[in-house]
């Protein structure tokens, strides 16, 4: 049976499924400097999110003279795991790519709305004493453009969500033919440019690399229209609830202190925590501390798919989310 490191956190009930399939399991923290050390290499399996990072030193210390043999991201990206390293050390890596899509998209449309109807301002100001009706009439998503950078299972389902409120909806994929699009009610753009020019509000969703990063930069956020398709005067928006470091926060500082950006909401920061980041006061910014996965039904649904994934590589079958 296997011995598996969960260094997150895990759902009390993926972990009795694995208790109960005979694994043993050890929820704790490693730190960057331990996990250096090899602290892994007594595991045949880690579970981690977003906070551990899997670096090429730790799985190369993990598997000389060690067993690790799985590492499995519980969430979406996998850009602080070392896929190479972990490739050509013989770890397969998975994540649960579809476990916590709904808890992302619903965020995503939660801080549109708090963007173009300044509910975090007000919330803000009313706590300050100050009646600031007048100074907070906003824009509605109907009848805008949206923009989603990347096409992937959770830009989807904001576009789903998106057209119920009757925005157009606009996309940039690289990766995404037109013939998968053809039923989608969505217009696929040529490159990035393109989109950012015909788009009030944009929202990313792609994966960080180095074709990405900052590729929500000074110029593109000059390109964004501030005048609705429709005809309104609503502004421009950005919204990111998918990686930290695709979006320029200096560049969008500075957009938002020069009025070229009207709003700016992120879930995700190129250094976190975010404490300290100049963002956080500015009065049209507001954001959130990496929840896009936070709800009870994702982490569940996250937990019990990691478990099945986990049973089925302690079985000798190939675990079927692994990316490498």
């Known amino acids: ?38 602290v892994l290499a007594d595991f045949d399996a880690v579970v981690i999110r977003s906070a551990t990072k899997m670096t090429s030193e730790a799985i190369e210390a993990s598997c000389s003279g060690g067993r690790l043999g799985f590492i499995g991201r519980a969430g979406v990206g996998v850009d602080n795991i070392d896929i190479m390293s972990a490739t050509t050390n013989g770890v397969v890596v998975c994540n649960t790519p579809g476990a916590s899509t709904k808890s992302v998209v619903e965020l995503t449309i939660g801080h549109l709305i708090a963007s173009t109807r300044f509910v975090a301002r007000a919330d803000r100001t009313l706590r300050s004493g100050d009646w600031a009706k007048k ?4 824009s ?16 989807r389902g904001v576009a789903e969500l998106a057209h119920g409120f009757g925005m157009e909806v606009n996309a940039f994929d690289p990766y995404v033919s037109a013939e998968q699009t053809d039923e989608l ?47 309104t005067a ?33 879930d995700v920061f190129e250094v976190e925590p975010a404490i300290g980041n100049l963002l956080l006061q500015h009065e049209r910014f507001h954001g959130s501390p990496h929840i896009g996965a936070a709800t009870l039904e994702a982490q569940n649904r996250v937990g019990t ?15 079927k989310s692994a990316i490498n």
Not at 140 to 155: C, H, N, Q, S, Y
């Open 185 to 231: 009610d969505c217009l696929m753009h040529d490159n990035v440019d393109s989109l950012f020019r015909a788009c009030t509000h944009i929202s990313v969703h792609c994966n960080l690399s180095e074709d990405t990063h900052h590729l929500v930069n000074r110029e593109r956020l000059a390109m964004m229209p501030d005048i609705g398709a429709d005809g």
């Open 234 to 266: 609503c502004g421009s928006h950005i919204v990111n609830c998918a990686r930290g470091g695709i979006v320029d926060e200096s560049a969008v500082l500075d957009a938002l202190d020069s009025e070229v950006l009207s709003s700016a909401a992120l």
């Open 140 to 155: 509605e998503l109907g009848g805008k453009r949206l923009g989603l950078i990347g096409f992937g299972r959770i830009a």
């Open 135 to 138: 100074h907070l009439r906003g």
């Open 1 to 38: 049976m296997g011995r598996i490191a969960v260094t997150d956190g895990m759902a009390g009930a993926a972990v009795s499924i694995l208790e109960n399939a005979g694994h043993e399991v050890v929820l704790r923290h490693y730190e960057v400097e331990e996990l250096r050390t090899g």
């Open 305 to 319: 798919e990691m478990a099945g994934l986990l049973v089925a590589f302690f079985n000798g079958e190939r675990p």
